[in-house]
């Protein structure tokens, strides 16, 4: 290998690992205050470009992707509402199989209402040809937006639960709910909170990344999983592990691809098995931090 | 003892409880997606429009409607009804409608044997129309055999007419010949090393080997080979790797919505040699997702796509300009190459059964075996007993793609 | 007392002749080859209602041991060993009689393993398989251990899709009948349907009686502790591992036999078998079936996958599973069987409050 192919599959890594990162990320907003791993955050993402595309017909670019994540947001607290909250005292167990079960209602009736055809966004900037040389490797304008977004995401989320009265409330919640409730948080709507904004950020995700990846009805799963080993992997519940991660397992099939295309998908989830076996606290997190979630 | 009678008369209601959930959750999402949602039953064009009154003539259908291939079986399934429903209108075969059962196989080989066990002993159809993939074709050939039920697939792989088993056809163009136009064509431009990428389906896979064997025919080698996922979202690691090997140009050879990704990365990775597609790229949906990119993208397609650009005297053109200005107008979305084969499957049955002049199956499928020169969408049919394709080379036309729209490719 | 939980073994044999009759009078039997197929699926219910209901354990990759099953079935009966005839290997099986020499309907001569050697082979490699991950992923808790399932599932999902003996997309078609004894055998052909609609049936009774017999036993006992309090069971000196890992490795075995048998039955195996959607299906049955109830579990596991095959569902299929899944999880987590207010009135008839 030489210098520019090393850096053309390091892009590719970069490329393909920000978008599990942004992905991931979802994943652990509502799993910080749940303890829920939302298996229709895919679906979100999905939902999100569906709409954006839907929208662009008749709005401008900006227009209809705020709208896509209005719509988007809106309907991860409709179903926060009616089929999470119903479910009392459950185990977080019954909450995941709910989310799973959401995931093939929303794919299948997304399939019923855009049909199998495959949509993707106009490029943000430029077009599809117009790329960026960085060490003799070509980069697509695009990559910027979607490393971009992430950063902006990760950074404006981390401000949020900080310094926000609602951010630092719902990471209240997210530690002791009972005691959080006894210091007057509204927790319910908290968590209606946290479905609402992972969905709004899928929707983002969604479609910045949709010029890129092209959107289908059934793309949701399979990167809703990626986006789950990147959880894992990154500590579940922790943005700047979950960034790494990304970079991480992106780089990794990136560089598998160039010994062996047929089992890169296999070889991610090998990573995330003996991830859960051997420290399923996550590489990036210190186990004593996750311990205290016992969720 | 009480209890148990308890149980099972409890479960007796949950089952009817859920069987009745099922079925009213059935009907149609809209008017215009009507196909797409084939029910259970038989969902043939209505009766009353139809001005054909003699007996019906039961044809079954099993196209992936969903799943992974949805996006062969949607448009199949939405063809084979307006078919039908024109058929009928005008009259049926000989005075009798058809009444077309459409099933879902959901792209699964073992629903697809279990429909394909239900329309041939219980619906006791004459034909089947169908699957639209190898695998769940390859699952059900045998059946169809046994059973004695014609099978016109919609699906390419060639070991579906090869070994011929005498009740088995298939309407797609053969694999060889598609690479053979690829490989000529390549020749000559020039071109003598290539890099190859397919997906990991049936459909890539069988256009990997079929290059493999061919190349040397045309004296051209095949530095690399890669397979890539239907559902990957980024090629630009595989393709990195094609570039490595310095080739002249590459075939990319799929079906799947991911070979709009291939123009475009290989733009992003400034990978500027030619590329060609397969046949598989016969949807300009896919031209749409790739963009600009796709622009000079060189393969080769039956003539349906490019239909209006055809000299008036082309035999195909009426017949492809009807066709696709029908689907257009009906469906509110452009004509595949993939609704095009149900066409043609269905096309082919309704000549044989009034060449036949029965619809006794042993006599169609004789009539079916002698069909020759019949204009589908795909090219000229000429069936034989060894042949149960009938395609030639002949039934593709070199394509590229200008200003994101197809065009006849001229050699430079 | 014991021989109690066996009577529904019987009506239930009694209602599966009186089923015969019925279509027979009906002139429907072509039902039984759903029904046939509906009883091989539903012999992965019954084991994963086994781990997840008595046991306490979910699991995500059922399909992956289906698909397991099924794969191995068909790769050794299908895969030509003639130009290996004379290695020494092949000449030992031959000699064993563990391989046979057949003819597919297009005349080709085929040397392949016996469906038997085969159906064994198969338990044994899922057996074995079960073990590995089980023994790593059975110490994980709740949602870890569901994730681990489904990666499981995904691996051999895209090990069935890239590797070329396996037919990768295509899957693997032409597997001939399982000869069994004499002239019964596992056939999806029209004239041996009564046969095997009896024959699957015979197999999921047999399934029930062992799962049963598991339940009421001492392990059954010790299962349910683990399943109320793993710590209490513990600290009592119940192995909770050793049963945990036990009942995962005999789950995989019956979702095995559930693969290898449907592969024989309908000539057939493809990659969409190995798929979460699968596997997901497989949960939702046991959920409505009733978390911890067997005959709950076999009758769903029958009768939704009848509906499904039959394509009742229509391309609402996926959807149906994903609804019954919410649904059921909502509103009756401990299943459609299990809602309290049945629960009661079964109690008031009789014993049944232990369960």
Sequence with gaps: MNLPQIVEYARSGITVGSIYAIVAIGFNIIYACTGIINFAQGEFLIVGAMTAISLSHVLPLPAAIAGAVLVTALLGGLLEIVFIRPVKNASVLRLIVVTIGLSIVIREAMLHLWGETVRSLPYFTGTAVSTVTILGAGVSLQVFWVLGVSAVIVAALTLFFRFTLTGRAMRACADDRMAARLCGINDRWMVTLSFMLSAGIGALAGCVISPVTQTQYDMGAPLAIKGFTVAIIGGLGNSMGAVAAGLFLGLLEAFVTSQSSAYKEAVSIVVLLLILVFRPSGLFTRSDVSALRTA | MRTKALETLSLCLAGILLAGSGCKKTPTPAPQKKAEAPSGKAAPAPPVKSTAQGEPIKVGAIFAVTGGAANLGGPEAKTAEMFVEKLNGAGGINGRPIQLVIKDSATTPTQAVSLAKQLIEEDKVLAIIGPSTSGETMAIKNICQEGKTILLSCAAAETIVNPVASYVFKTPQKDSDAARRILQTMKDAGITKVGVVTSNDGFGIAGGDQLKALKDEYGITIAAIEAYDAKETDLTGVLTKVKGAEVQAVINWSVVPAQALIAKNMKQIGFNVPLFQSHGFGNIRYVQAGGEATNGTIFPCGRLLVADALPADNPQKKLLVDYKSSYETRYKEDASTFGGHAYDALLLLTEAIKKAGSTDTDKVRDALENLKGVVGTGGIFNLSAADHNGLDQNAFEILTVVDGKFAVYQKK | ?355
């Design chain 3, 1 to 355: 007392m014991r021989l109690r939980i066996y009577y529904p073994v019987l009506a239930t044999a009694v209602l599966i002749v009186l089923l015969h009759l019925a279509l027979a009078y009906a002139d429907a039997t072509y039902y039984m080859t759903q029904i046939t197929m509906s009883a091989y699926y539903a012999l992965v219910v019954i084991g994963l209602c086994l781990l997840m209901g008595y046991a306490g354990q979910a699991s995500l990759g059922h399909a992956g041991f289906f698909a397991i099953g099924g794969y191995t079935a068909a790769v050794l009966t299908t895969y030509n060993l003639r130009p290996y005839a004379d290695a020494p290997f092949v000449s030992l099986c031959r000699a064993l009689g563990l391989t046979m020499q057949w003819k597919d309907l297009y005349g080709t001569d085929i040397l392949s393993f016996t469906p038997w050697a085969a159906f064994g082979s198969a338990l044994l490699l899922t057996g074995l398989i079960a073990l590995v991950i089980g023994a790593s992923v059975i110490r994980l808790k709740g949602h870890y251990l569901a994730m681990a399932t489904l990666g499981f599932g995904l691996i051999v999902y895209r090990i069935a899709l890239g590797t070329p003996v396996l037919g990768r997309a295509d899957g693997i078609s032409n597997v001939p009948p399982f000869h069994l004894l004499g002239s019964l055998q596992v056939n999806g052909r029209a004239p041996f349907r009564i046969q095997n609609y009896y024959l699957a049936w015979v197999v999921v009774l047999i399934a029930m009686v062992l799962a049963l017999n598991l339940v009421h036993s001492r392990v059954g006992r010790a299962l349910r502790s683990i399943h109320e309090n793993e710590e209490a069971a513990h600290s009592l000196g119940v192995n909770t591992y050793r049963y945990k890992l036990a009942v995962f490795v005999l789950s995989a075995i019956f979702a095995a036999m559930g693969g290898a048998l449907l592969t024989h039955y309908s000539g057939s195996i493809g990659p969409a078998e190995a798929t979460v959607m699968k596997s997901v299906r497989y949960v939702a049955i046991v959920a409505v079936g009733g978390m911890a109830n067997l005959w709950g579990a076999m009758v769903m596991g029958i009768l939704l996958n009848f509906l499904s095959l039959r394509g009742v569902f229509g391309s609402f299929d996926d959807t149906v599973f994903g609804a019954i899944l919410i649904m059921m999880m909502i509103f009756a987590p401990q299943g459609l069987l299990r809602v309290p207010r049945l629960r009661a009135l079964g109690s008031l008839v009789s014993r049944r409050s232990h369960a």
